[in-house]
Structures are given as C-alpha cells and as structure tokens.
Nanobody
C-alpha cells in the first residue's frame, strides 16, 4: 500500500518561511520522480516543483528563486523549502510520486494547508 504523508503546513505571515515534508512508504522511493503541486480554492491543481530525474528539476515560474525542492532517499522523504512567502501562495499543497523522467503522477498525498496572511 502506497502512502505519501505530508507535514509542515500552517499559517505564516507574508515574507515568512515554511518547510514541507513528504514521507513515502510502499514504493521504491529512489526510482520515483517526486514533486509538489498546489491547489487554491476554485482553481486547478498546478505544479510547484518536481525532481524529474537526478539532474533535472522543474519549478513553476511563480516560485523560482523562492522555493527549493530536495529529497533524502535514505529517509524516503522529499522537502519543499518555501521562503519569501506571499498571500498568493495560499493553497493546499500535495506531494506526488511518478515514474522517473516523466511528468506523470501515479500517487498523491492527502495534502497540507498553507495559508499566508498579508
């Protein structure tokens, strides 16, 4: 049974920082492309950042220079460091796992709420 469990969301003031974590179980973590997506109320779920392969990381334009995705294969965990947060970053953030080298998503986490106040 595959599980992706996110943590680290919360309420923060604009300009602040948060670090999200997602710990996976039930998959061979090191062969999966891991990523973060977000969905604001009334909007579609969009890519935030994704480690596509060992040498390719993709970021949404809106978070470049502010967010950093990383992974620790020994801990089966992917992180999203979010700095200089803005109210527009408010959303539910979802962890994802899919085949390495692709943008496909095979598994989703349950989501964690991030709220940025102005």
């Amino acid at each position: 049974q595959v599980q992706l469990v996110e943590s680290g969301g919360g309420l923060v003031q604009a300009g602040g920082s948060l670090r999200l974590s997602c710990t996976a179980s039930g998959i061979l973590f090191h062969i999966y492309a891991m990523g973060w997506y977000r969905q604001a109320p009334g909007k579609q779920r969009d890519l935030v950042a994704r480690i596509i392969s060992a040498d390719k990381i993709m970021y949404a334009d809106s978070v470049k220079g502010r967010f950093t995705i990383s992974r620790d294969n020994a801990k089966n965990t992917v992180y999203l460091q979010m700095n200089s947060l803005k109210p527009d970053d408010t959303a539910v953030y979802y962890c994802s796992a899919g085949p390495m080298g692709t943008m496909d998503v095979r598994h989703w986490g349950q989501g964690t709420q991030v709220t940025v106040s102005s």
